[in-house]
């Protein structure tokens, strides 16, 4: 393993001309460890490390380089090893890398194909984007049931070269249709007299190519395999996914919602790597509609003018409660979203997220009622700002902070329960949707209140 | 592989008390399957499910089970099943079991186990919460530099049964230190008669039992293992873990950031499973904090009392423009926190983050400052609510939106890098806390311009 120092410094001296020493290098390295130094390390000329790789250690670095540096060394290669390079890379990752190309130069590129490989590529690239089709190999091992474990082993040290994994084995019919998966590690413990059908539960687990490639999650998380097979609607056996695809597929769902919460559409790649035109723009989108909604607030106050200009000393709490809403609902919502997403909370529970809400809603906003109380009532001691009427305007200014955090923690649970039964991604409703929201009800409960407090005495 | 629809219907059927009926509906379903069910339903008697499951399949249940499921069924049990039950759990989920149980309990349940049970539970308990240690499984398989392949498979044969993998086989010299990791696919595919060490290239990658959980997620991403090798500090092999595990632990880590993020205190459990009480108690601490950081804007405020009596019509803009700075920090937070997250961006891009946030905090802040101008120049149009002054009202606004909008992407970027190089959870530069911030410092911003254009005729 490599750590981070040992990285900076093979880095650094992989930025050499010298061949010989960056064969020498190289060879040091696996080939994940040496993309990893690749594609952390912009000095690097990995054209040069490529002419000197053999084709079995490149294909497998290639595989698991970025797509921006995938295209460009694709870019500078000959056309006899750009054909090589895209014949022998393995199908799910090429059909990953596809999809980042322009048409005509996908089109290039599957010209560039054999038969075989074409069809294979054309056939990945019907599945629609995020569909498991997309993440497969149809590369595996399949067997027959009445095979005894001997022929299996001896098939597998025939044919197995290719397959993506060896972990789990597929047993098919005559017209490969899938009739179960077995562990390899089955194969490894049974005698080698045994039937393959004696080995058989008919008991597996399956995906299906055109669905969304988050249910493969699930399934991966219930079931302990490393790979699952993929059939199309009728239980053909298409492919298989294996597990280190799904990792990359929870961190990008997991980016994805992180991003949307957080009050930006999600990004297509790194936060460094994207461009700024598209990084202004997906934050533009939110930030105006969530400034359009917030102008509410000031057409809000334009009706308590009169209020105000009464009694200034109102206008002085207007950040400290209307945040004070915000950020309960930012809490209730981020709670729930999250629960939605790891399907620990369904929507048939909104009534007992409800009832829970209510109630923590009804604490959390006491307590700070009574800090707000307490601290008008500590000024009151030293200065003389509030006026002989402050009891009346700490009680406004605590029942505020009560009704608002109410009213955050129930909007920020129910409306991302609301989007998801209108089939709406509840990740929408961010932490600056939900104080947006929260923001103009805030100023209607506090001058609502206010009104109650002080009519007769300050307005 | 089971849907949620027959999920729900066989969760039905199983609340039964004829015991025939449970052991044939049982026979329907994997351990993991059944697991789900017992997990989801809350009505099922679970007690008397595992009266009529064989003691493996029993054991493959358990294993799969929520805690608090685990704890309660073990409370059942007699002693004996109790004991059989504790010896037979793999050492990794055991250890997890564990980790929730009272001291007294714990005490108890270490005595009921053999004696070699409890030397690995034991030890596996000495590492550190959150440790790698705490994921490992002492069960796997090690051969040696001279066997042939023959001699690995019959090894594998003979004494698999318990590894918790076969899928990686490990090569450890006569004193137990690690040399190798070895794909079972490279056995499978090498002849029957050629060395384990002909197939050993000595590059492997490992884990520290000390270090923390979250980088078996890097190495895994890596490297495309389906286990890694943990070892002490010596290089003296202690377990394996597998990449099941790390999937639990990369949603366990993602939940952490999304929580803190919403401004919450991570919770230990389901948001509908942790206590009324806990929930609270993780809440009302950062909304305290919040609400005393907040406080700083009445204060602020404070200072400007005579220019809110001489123009009210500023109160007006307040939440717009103080929001607005909210929402653009929290979107650069985000994103940072999530780009640091990923490993994506070091804290040495400090400059880099910088000249971007900058950057795009002058577009978007001039995009709504130009809205903003737009409103307020329409408006008037309409009606005479901004009086004589509106240009410069209008002016006022959208120069401090500008302003606001610059000082929330600098802070909602800097701070989480500043946080990591203080070597603090950048997470908890949530949207709330970013927001609460700028609040203070966007009134100030305000108030100041205000002062600089309105000075002479309203102020």
New interface residues.
């Given amino acids: ?1 490599v750590s981070y120092e040992e990285k900076e410094l093979l880095a650094e001296r992989l930025v050499t001309r010298n061949l010989y020493k960056l064969k020498q290098l190289s060879a040091l ?2 080939p ?2 040496l993309a ?1 130094v690749i594609n952390t390390s912009k000095e690097i000329d990995f054209t040069k490390v490529f002419q000197v790789l053999d084709a079995e250690k490149a294909v497998k670095t290639f595989e ?1 380089l970025d797509f921006d540096i995938q295209v460009e060394l694709l870019q500078s290669f000959q056309v006899d090893q750009l054909s090589s390079t895209l014949n022998a890379i393995s199908p799910d990752d090429r059909t990953a890398l596809f999809e980042q190309l322009p048409p005509a130069t996908l089109q290039k590129y599957l010209s560039l194909l054999s038969d075989e490989e074409r069809k294979t590529a054309n056939q990945l690239l019907q599945y629609p984007e995020e569909s498991i089709g997309r993440l497969m190999t149809p590369d595996f091992i399949s067997v027959k049931e009445d095979w005894t474990v001997q022929q299996v ?1 001896d098939h ?2 025939n044919f ?2 290719d ?1 993506e ?3 789990v084995i597929y047993v098919t019919d005559n017209k490969g249709f899938l009739l179960d998966d077995i562990k ?2 089955d194969f ?3 005698p080698l007299q045994q039937k393959v059908s004696e080995l058989m539960d008919h ?4 995906l299906n190519a055109k669905d969304d490639q988050e249910s493969a999650i699930e ?6 395999r ?1 790979a699952l097979p993929v059939t199309d609607f009728n239980g053909l056996l298409l492919g298989i996914i294996t ?2 695809d ?3 597929v ?2 990008e769902e ?2 994805e ?3 949307k ?4 559409e999600a ?1 297509e790649d ?4 994207v461009s ?1 035109r598209e ?2 723009s997906k ?2 989108g ?3 509609i ?3 909604g ?2 509410l ?2 057409s809000a ?2 009706y308590f ?1 009169n209020e ?2 009464r009694a ?2 109102l ?6 409660i ?3 809403g ?3 609902g ?2 209730a ?7 939605m997403a ?1 399907g ?2 369904t929507i048939e ?1 909104w009534w ?2 409800m009832r ?1 809400e209510l ?2 809603g009804l ?2 906003g006491s ?2 009622g009574i ?2 109380f307490l ?1 008008i009532a500590a000024w009151t001691l030293f200065t003389d ?1 509030y006026g002989p009427h402050w009891m009346m305007i700490a009680f406004t200014v605590s029942f505020s902070l009560v009704g608002v955090v109410i009213f955050g923690t129930l909007s920020g649970s129910m409306l991302p329960l609301l989007l998801r039964r209108l089939g709406v991604d509840p990740a929408i409703s ?3 949707f939900i ?2 929201l929260v ?1 103009v009800t805030g ?1 209607v409960i506090y001058f609502s209140l206010a009104y109650f407090f002080l009519k007769g005495l300050l307005l």
């Fill in positions: 393993m390295l696996q994940e460890e990893e698991h082993l597998i040290r197995g070269k397959s994994t060896l972990n390899v590690r490894l413990l049974a008991q597996y687990a399956s399934v991966f998380k219930q079931t302990d490393v597990i280190d799904v990792v990359d929870i961190e997991d980016t919602d992180i991003q919460f957080g009050g930006t990004l790194a936060y460094l790597k700024f990084m202004v934050r533009a939110w930030l105006i969530l400034f359009l917030e102008m607030t000031a106050m334009g003018t105000l200009n200034v000393i206008a002085l709490f207007i950040p400290l209307i945040s004070s915000g950020n309960s930012s809490q919502a981020t709670l729930i979203i999250r629960a790891l620990e909370l529970q007992l997220v829970r109630l923590s604490v959390l307590i700070l800090i707000g601290r700002m961010s932490a600056p104080a947006t923001d100023l």
